[in-house]
C-alpha cells in the first residue's frame, strides 16, 4: 500500500505499559548507527569440549531434571555454574537513607534445550519443543511451591552471541527471584487499572483488536488518508489457541509476543495441548524471523502472573505472554538515556515481511 510506505517519525506510548514509550523513525536519517553484522552463530552438531553436548554429562553442574525420565536425555536442568543469586538469604537487606537493598536471594538454573549443540527453535521438532515448555511449567512450579518466599520465576532464553548467549550450546535460565521484576510490576499494575475501568482484559481487548480492526484515519484539514489499518495487519501466526502479534509499539524491530487466545494469567494453568498448540506458534514464528533477519539470534522471555504481593486479584486483569526480541542493533546512550527506543523499521512493514515468508514446505509445521 503506497501510504504504509511513508517515512513515521512518531513516538508511540505503550497501551500497557505507558512509561514505555517507543519512537519509531523510519527516515534513514534518523538512523543512529549503521546496521551491524553480528557474529555468526554456532551451528555445530555436537562438540566434544562442551559441557552440555551428550556424553559430557559429568561436566555440567548437579542435575536437577531431565526428560525423558530413563534412555538417552532430550532436555535436562541443572545448576548454574555461576549463578547472579545466592541460595540462600542471610543478611535481611539493607536500608539506608536512599540506600535500599534486598537479599540477592533466588535460584538460578539453566535448561539444555535439546542435546544437539547448535540447533535453533524453528529446527526443533514441534514435540520436542513441547517437552521444553513442558520443563518450563514444571520447574517454575516446583520451584514456587519449594519456597513461598519466591515471589516470580523468569524464564528466559538467550540466543546467539549477538543476544548475550555465553554458552554456545542451544539452552534458557530460570531465575527465581523474592522480588517482582519491574516490568512484570508495570504491567501488572497497568492491567489492572485499566480493567478497573473498562472490565476489560487489556491484553484480550489488543487480541481483538488485531484480529477485526479495519479503519482509514484522515487528515481533517487536507483530507489526505494519515493511516490505514488493514484486518490482520499485526497478526505473524496464528494457530487454535495461541496468536503472534507484532506490537503496535515495539521496541526492537523485529520483536513478536505469542498470547494465549482464550483469557489466562497463569502460565502454570496451561494444558498440555495448549502447550503443543504454542510449540506449533512459536516454532513458525521463529522460522519467519530467522527466514527475514537471516539467522536470527533474540531473546525471548515469559511473562506470567507473580506470586503474592498487594495486587489484589489479577486473575481477570493480567493476560501471560511471551515476549521475542530479536538483536539487529544494539541500544544507543539516546535510548540508555531517554528509555525511548528507537525503531528504524515501521512494526507494519516489519509484520508485512514476517507475514510474506513462505513456510509452506515446511514439512514440521
Ligand atoms: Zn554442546
Ligand atoms: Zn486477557
Ligand atoms: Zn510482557
Redesign the pocket.
Known amino acids: 500500500m503506497q501510504d504504509q510506505q511513508q517515512a513515521i517519525r512518531e513516538i508511540r506510548i505503550n497501551p500497557v505499559v505507558p512509561s514505555e514509550s517507543v519512537l519509531v523513525a523510519t527516515a534513514r536519517s534518523m538512523r543512529p548507527r549503521e546496521a551491524e553484522v553480528p557474529a555468526p552463530r554456532d551451528t555445530r552438531r555436537h562438540v566434544d569440549e562442551c559441557p552440555f553436548c551428550t556424553g559430557n554429562e559429568d561436566k555440567t553442574p548437579p542435575e536437577i531434571a531431565r526428560w525423558p525420565d530413563d534412555g538417552p536425555w532430550q532436555v535436562r536442568i541443572v545448576e548454574n555454574l555461576y549463578p547472579v543469586l545466592g541460595s540462600d538469604g542471610t543478611t535481611g537487606g539493607l536500608v539506608f537513607g536512599l540506600q535500599q537493598a534486598i537479599d540477592g536471594y533466588g535460584r538460578h538454573e539453566v535448561i539444555i534445550d535439546h542435546h544437539r549443540h547448535g540447533i535453533a527453535v524453528h529446527e526443533m521438532e514441534p514435540g520436542h519443543l513441547a517437552a521444553v515448555l513442558r520443563m518450563y511449567r514444571r520447574r517454575m512450579r516446583e520451584l514456587y511451591e519449594m519456597d513461598p518466599r519466591l515471589r516470580y520465576a523468569l524464564v528466559f532464553k538467550n540466543f546467539g552471541p549477538a543476544a548475550g548467549a555465553s554458552m554456545a550450546h542451544t539452552h534458557s535460565q530460570i531465575i527465581a527471584l523474592p522480588v517482582v521484576p519491574q516490568n512484570v510490576h508495570d504491567e501488572v499494575t497497568h492491567s489492572k487499572d485499566y480493567y478497573d475501568r473498562h472490565h476489560r482484559?487489556i491484553?484480550?481487548t489488543l487480541i481483538d483488536e488485531a484480529l477485526t480492526f479495519e479503519a482509514t484515519i484522515y487528515d481533517r484539514e487536507s483530507g489526505r488518508i494519515v493511516r490505514r489499518i488493514g484486518v490482520g495487519q499485526y497478526v505473524i501466526e496464528r494457530g487454535e489457541r495461541f496468536i503472534a502479534v507484532k506490537p503496535f509499539a515495539s521496541r526492537y524491530e523485529w520483536e513478536v509476543h505469542i498470547l494465549p487466545l482464550a483469557?489466562a494469567s497463569d502460565f502454570l494453568d496451561t494444558e498440555d495441548a495448549d502447550l503443543d498448540d504454542l510449540a506449533r506458534v512459536l516454532r513458525r514464528t521463529m522460522a519467519r524471523l530467522d527466514a527475514v533477519i537471516g539467522g536470527a539470534q533474540y531473546n525471548f522471555f515469559l511473562h506470567s502472573a507473580p506470586r503474592g504481593g498487594d495486587y489484589g486479584d489479577i486473575r481477570a486483569s493480567y493476560?501471560w505472554h511471551l515476549e521475542i526480541c530479536p538483536r539487529t542493533s544494539i541500544p544507543t546512550g539516546f535510548e540508555l538515556g531517554s528509555g525511548l527506543f528507537v525503531n528504524t523499521i515501521s512494526p507494519e512493514q516489519a509484520a508485512e515481511r514476517l507475514r510474506q515468508v513462505d513456510l509452506d514446505n515446511d514439512d514440521r509445521g
Open positions: 482484559c491484553f484480550c483469557h493476560h
